[in-house]
C-alpha cells in the first residue's frame, strides 16, 4: 500500500493538471473577447479629416472631408447620392444649381452665392453669405476634385443627415426607411464579425433598438442607430417589429411646370437655309391637313463663342399664326463646323445663346424653341444638359414651349440624358428614323416597327407620355449592291413611285419591318428599298397611339406623298 498511494497520487496530481490545463483552454475558446476594435481601420479612414459615410445599411468607400469644421463632398457623390443638378463650370471658375425658375451661382472658393432668376420671376430665395466656402478645389488637371458643402446641398435638396463623433461620422438618408427593429434583452456587444472572439464595434445595453440587415443560424447582421454595422447573437435580443425612419422634408422642391397640350402635338420641320426661305412657307404646307405646329430650321450655332445666325421673321410667324399653327424656332449645331464641348462648357457662351434665342422668340413672336443639337460628345453631355436647365428657366418665364430632338435612345448615345429633358424640357421629340443611314454601307430600313418601338418604349421609362413625340421620315433610302461594294441614295416619299416604276419588279409586304419591300437585281447590282408610304406610317402611329404619347412629327415638309396627311390628321385627331 506504501507503493500505492503514492502512485494514486500522482495519477490524480497529473489528472488535474491535465483538466485544469483542458479547462483553461475551453475557457479561452468559449469565452466572450473585451478587445475593441479599431474604428479607424474598420471605417476606413486613412487621413484624419476624412468622414465615413453610413447609407441605408451599408459603409460607403465614399468619405466626406472635414475642413474647418464643414463637412464636404465631392461632386461626382453628390450627384450619385443626392442630387445631379448640380454644375460645376471649371473654364469660368462657377458652382451652379438650376431651379425651374432660377439659378444659383457660387464662384469656386467663396462663401456666398447669387441668384439670377429668368425674366418675368422675383426671387423668392435670397442669395447670401454662408460664412464658409461653399466650394472649393483639390489637384489639378484632369485629377482637379470640386469639393461641395454638405450643408450648401442641403439647402437644395432633400435628405436628412447625421453626425456622430469619436471617429466622426455621418448616417445619411435620401428618403423614409423601413426596416426591421430588433430590441437587446441582455448587456452585450455587437462586434465586427459573427464570433466571440471577434473584436467589439460598440458596447449595447438592455433596451438598445438595433436594425436588422441579415438574420442567420446563430448571429444576425445589424446596424445600430449610430452607424455601426456588425454582429449580435441571436439570444441577446427580441424581435423583428417593422419600423419606419422617417425624417421631414427641409427642402420644398419647386415644380416643373410643363406647356404641353391637352391634345396631340403634329409638327412638321420646314427647312429654311436663308430669309428669302421663309417665303416658301405656303409652299410647305400646300397639302397638310392635321398639322399644328411649324418649326422652321432658323437658327444655328456659327462659332465656339456662342454666337448664332437668324433667319427669324415677325411676318412667316403671322402667317402661320394666321393658318392656325404655332411656330417653333429650331436651333441647330450642324450647319456650320462647331465645338460643342468648347461651346457648351462656359457659363457665358450658354448664356450669349441663350439671351439671343430669347430675343429673337421675343421679337418675332415665337410659340416655341426647338433644339436640335445632334454633335454632343460624351464629354459635352453634362454641359448639354446644363444648357437645357439654363435654357428652360427663360422659356418657362416667357411663356415658350421647349422641346428637343434626341436619337432612338440607346447605351452609345446616353450623354443626351433624356430623363433629365424630361424633367425639364416640356417635349422629347424622337426621331425614330436612320435605324439604317446614308452612307452606312448596311442596307436596311431607315425605321422598322421595331425601332420605332424601341424608341419609344425607352423614352416612357423615365418620361411621361404627353410629353413624348415620336418623329416619323418622310423618305426611305434606295440600297445598291455591286459585289461588295454598297452605295445608296435618300429618296423622298414623294419620288418613290417614280424609283419603283424605273426599277421594276414588285414589291411586297414586309411583317418584320412591316413596310413594302422591293427587291430588283439589274445587270449584277441588287437594288433594296424599304418604302416608307401611308400602309408603313400607319402602323407606326398605330403603336403611337397605344402608347398615348403627346404627338407626331415629321421630317420634313415637302418630302410627303400629299395622302399621307390623312393618316396623319385622323391619328391626331383621336
Given amino acids: 500500500m506504501k507503493r500505492v498511494i503514492p502512485a494514486l497520487i500522482a495519477i490524480v496530481l497529473i489528472i488535474l493538471i491535465a483538466g485544469i490545463a483542458l479547462g483553461g483552454k475551453l475557457i479561452e475558446k468559449y469565452s466572450y473577447s473585451d478587445e475593441m476594435d479599431n474604428l479607424e481601420e474598420y471605417f476606413g479612414i486613412t487621413d484624419p479629416n476624412q468622414v465615413p459615410i453610413l447609407y441605408r445599411g451599408e459603409k460607403l468607400e465614399t468619405k466626406l472631408l472635414n475642413k474647418n469644421g464643414q463637412l464636404y463632398l465631392d461632386l461626382d457623390s ?9 454644375y460645376w463650370d471649371n473654364r469660368e471658375n462657377w458652382l451652379l444649381y438650376a431651379t425651374p425658375t432660377a439659378k444659383m451661382v457660387n464662384q469656386i472658393g467663396a462663401s456666398s452665392y447669387t441668384v439670377t432668376n429668368g ?4 426671387s423668392e430665395i435670397e442669395g447670401e453669405d454662408l460664412g464658409y466656402p461653399i466650394s472649393f478645389t483639390e489637384g489639378e488637371g484632369e485629377s482637379e476634385v470640386l469639393y461641395v458643402a454638405l450643408e450648401y446641398v442641403h439647402k437644395f435638396t432633400n435628405f436628412h443627415y447625421e453626425v456622430y463623433e469619436d471617429p466622426k461620422r455621418v448616417i445619411l438618408d435620401t428618403e423614409s426607411r423601413e426596416y426591421q427593429e430588433l430590441t437587446v434583452t441582455k448587456d452585450s456587444a455587437v462586434r465586427h464579425r459573427g464570433g466571440v472572439k471577434s473584436p467589439i464595434l460598440k458596447k449595447v445595453t438592455e433596451g438598445d433598438k438595433l436594425i436588422l440587415l441579415e438574420e442567420m443560424e446563430d448571429w444576425s447582421k445589424v446596424e445600430t442607430l449610430d452607424g ?9 435580443y427580441e424581435g423583428p417589429v417593422s419600423a ?3 425624417f421631414a422634408n427641409n427642402y420644398a422642391e419647386p415644380e416643373y411646370t410643363s406647356l404641353t397640350s391637352d391634345s396631340k402635338i403634329s409638327l412638321g420641320w420646314h427647312v429654311v437655309a436663308a430669309t428669302a426661305g421663309n417665303d416658301t412657307i405656303y409652299e410647305a404646307l400646300q397639302y397638310q391637313k392635321g398639322l399644328d405646329v411649324i418649326s422652321p430650321t432658323w437658327f444655328k450655332l456659327t462659332d465656339d463663342a456662342g454666337n448664332i445666325s ?3 421673321t415677325a411676318n412667316y410667324v403671322s402667317i402661320a399664326h394666321n393658318m392656325g399653327l404655332q411656330v417653333w424656332g429650331v436651333i441647330d449645331d450642324f450647319t456650320n463646323t462647331v465645338d460643342d464641348y468648347e461651346i457648351l462648357s462656359y457659363t457665358s457662351k450658354r448664356e450669349r445663346i441663350i439671351e439671343t434665342l430669347i430675343s429673337e422668340a421675343k421679337n418675332v413672336g415665337l410659340d416655341g424653341i426647338n433644339v436640335d443639337f445632334e454633335k454632343v460628345s460624351n464629354s459635352a453631355g453634362p454641359h448639354y444638359v446644363e444648357f437645357l436647365r439654363e435654357l428652360s428657366i427663360e422659356c418657362r418665364a416667357n411663356n415658350l414651349v421647349l422641346s428637343v430632338d434626341d436619337y432612338v435612345p440607346y447605351n452609345f448615345n446616353s450623354q443626351y440624358n433624356i430623363p433629365a429633358q424630361g424633367e425639364v424640357a416640356d417635349y422629347v421629340i424622337i426621331m425614330g428614323y436612320d435605324e439604317h443611314y446614308h452612307g452606312s454601307g448596311d442596307p436596311g430600313s431607315v425605321a422598322s416597327i421595331d425601332y420605332v418601338k424601341h424608341g419609344i418604349t ?10 413624348v413625340i415620336n418623329a416619323l421620315p418622310l423618305y426611305t433610302i434606295q440600297w445598291r449592291t455591286t459585289g461588295t461594294t454598297v452605295t445608296d441614295d435618300y429618296v423622298t416619299m414623294v419620288n418613290q413611285a417614280d424609283m419603283v416604276s424605273r426599277l421594276g419588279g414588285n414589291y411586297t409586304w414586309d411583317e418584320t419591318t412591316c413596310q413594302n419591300y422591293l427587291e430588283v437585281d439589274l445587270g449584277g447590282t441588287l437594288y433594296q428599298v424599304w418604302l416608307e408610304d401611308a400602309e408603313s406610317i400607319q402602323v407606326k402611329l398605330n403603336v403611337m397611339k397605344a402608347n398615348e404619347i403627346g404627338g407626331v412629327a415629321v421630317w420634313r415638309l415637302g418630302y410627303e406623298d400629299p395622302a399621307i396627311w390623312n393618316v396623319i390628321s385622323a391619328y391626331s385627331e383621336n
Avoid at 450627384?79 to 448640380?86: A, D, K, P, T, Y
Avoid at 425674366?119 to 422675383?122: D, L, Q
Avoid at 455601426?228 to 441577446?236: A, P, Q, R, S
Avoid at 425607352?458 to 410629353?467: C, G, I, N, S
Fill in 244 to 246: 419606419v425612419a422617417d
Fill in 228 to 236: 455601426f454595422i456588425g454582429y449580435i447573437e441571436k439570444k441577446h
Fill in 310 to 312: 437668324s433667319f427669324a
Fill in 78 to 86: 453628390v450627384h450619385e447620392l443626392l442630387n445631379e443638378r448640380f
Fill in 458 to 467: 425607352e423614352t416612357l421609362k423615365t418620361v411621361p407620355a404627353k410629353k
Fill in 119 to 122: 425674366m418675368g420671376y422675383e
